[in-house]
């Protein structure tokens, strides 16, 4: 048994976890900020900018999805720590890279959609459903890296 | 990453805009019979404070506040806003410099609402405490004193306040670096210089005269402009042709007031683009010179309601409007 594959493995569900975290608190946080300027001047609008502040938030969730299912598989989660070589430790690593760096770049330019979006709701309230769909497009490419990072580490022989 | 520090402050804005006097809403107001009904219908959109009741001035001075108090509160940085307070400035420091040569004494010829109040830039000028203004000012108002102490001639004690003003704000646009402030502040100059052309030929001035009135800008050329202002009206109107000012050429060709009218339009036009912007300072700027043009539009409506001017001549001063 290699100690180092162990430590790769690991370093891929920190990375995950880390990286689109990192982004998706960006995110809300520009969005926060372009919704706490509509609420002061008009505090009616909260429910409809709370939402599109929240998602941003939701690569944070996609890497802790891979993070979670990559410590179950290396057995740091219900005990016993899985035999791992270097190899299958930085495949794993290689797997956990893009929901972690796809994480990042589009939870900040979601945030910044989400925050010229909230500025379509304050001016026209009744266009929600349009502004809603321009950060939501920024999405795609999330769940697009998601898929990847899932799929990878599922495939992934321990 | 672009920078996201106004982010908060132009959401805010987004929430105001919505409550900017509309095209319609000053129809509305034009339709309004008396002043006293264009008052109220003021006063049901929001316009005025507590104490300002149904007094004209006391209204809209509110509403100047009012739209001042929000750009303090969410501008993460005022200094950008100087380019605004300029002409206030300038036009303290003229007054100033007038009431210390003619030694008169009127308080209401100044501005209060500006870096160096009216009082304050008395005391300077009286005592020539000059290196208490800000940069180029101090040359600027030890010269004007001296022209005027030497030639008595107010005109010529005018133009050097008036260029230095200008100079100034184009010299704020550049250094703010802010593509939008630098825009700003090239269309104030530029207007300002067509406007001299314009007054310049109508009075019949020299080149030289138009020479040291007139600053320099990225979107005018001073030497052509001036040499169509010699050559009468027509020569100043097909020059604009050939510019980005192409719009005041009919103006000028139609009345004197539409001219007038097209030198605010050009500005709102300027900062129209700013309404779909999110990450800049430009918004705030946008809504700062909406809120200007829409108090000084209602400003021409109210008083021509007040001296009963017909419709038309109403209509013709009436300003577009940012939303």
Redesign the interface.
Known sequence: MSELGIVYALLGAAVAVLLSGTGSAIGVGIAGQAASGVVTEDPSKFAKVLIIQLLPGTQGLYGLLIGFITLSKIGVLGGGLADLSIQTGLLILAACLPIGVVGLLSAIAQGKTAAAAIGIVAKKPDQFGKAMLFPAMVETYAILALLISFLSVSGIQV | ??N?KY????????????SLLTDASIEQLLACKTVEQALQFLVEKGWGGASSGQDMDKVLEAEEEKTWRVIRD?APDMSVFDVLSYPKLYHNLKAAVKAVCTQTQNGHLFYDDCPISGEEMLRIVENKDFSRLPGKMSQTAAEALDTLLHTGDGQLCDILIDKAALEAISEAGKRSGEKIIEDYADTTVAIADIRIAVRSQKTGKSAEFMRSAMAQCSGISVDQLIKAALSGMDEIAQYLEGTSYAGGADALRESPSAFERWCDNRMIETMKPQKYE??SVGPLLGYLIARENEIKTVRIILTGKQNHFPDNAIRERIREMYV
């Open positions: 990453m672009s996201t982010t908060y402050a132009v959401a805010r804005i987004r929430a105001l805009e919505t969410v999110t990450f």
